[in-house]
């Protein structure tokens, strides 16, 4: 029904808008919202829970994480000694040959002594040869080809 200017229903009408824009200000003091807090403190207990939950996981990835790091370095190192490894086996096996040369050598020097030879006389068959490549180039020069 429409309202007519001076009356008492413009004043209820005037009264009805005031308490519709009062009622989400009272609606949030009354009795039966008070139970919807509970559920969300229940609501808020859970998300700390597993905000914690989150921070325990991200610490473990992190610790995963750095544990992959020290073991890729520690196979990296095992990489480098077990190449070291190879390395010192190589110088080994050459070991008796070596002594095999030494022992040679040995035998050579002993018998060049009982010989009584002179020691001007060289070891083993090797001779020092003089080469007078200065005398030959200049030879080579007063030639003419």
Not at 73 to 83: S, T
Not at 129 to 134: F, G, H, S
Request: aromatic share 4%; net charge negative.
């Amino acid at each position: 029904m429409p309202a007519i200017p001076g009356t008492d229903s413009e004043a209820e009408d005037s009264l009805q808008l005031t308490f519709k824009s009062m009622r989400p200000s009272i609606a949030a003091s009354r009795a039966s919202h008070l139970p919807s807090a509970a559920p969300s403190a229940a609501a808020a207990a859970k998300l700390i829970e597993k905000k914690k939950e989150f921070d325990a996981v991200s610490a473990l990835e992190r610790a995963s994480a750095l544990y992959l790091e020290r073991i890729s370095a520690l196979a990296d190192d095992c990489v480098v000694m077990a190449d070291a490894g190879e390395a010192h086996g190589q110088v080994l096996a050459q070991w008796p040959r070596m002594f095999e040369i030494l022992g040679q050598f040995l035998a050579t020097r002993q018998q060049l002594e009982g010989d009584e030879t002179p020691s001007d006389a060289p070891i083993g068959g090797e001779r020092l040869v003089r080469l007078p490549i200065d005398e030959l180039e200049k030879e080579a020069e007063s030639k003419p080809s």
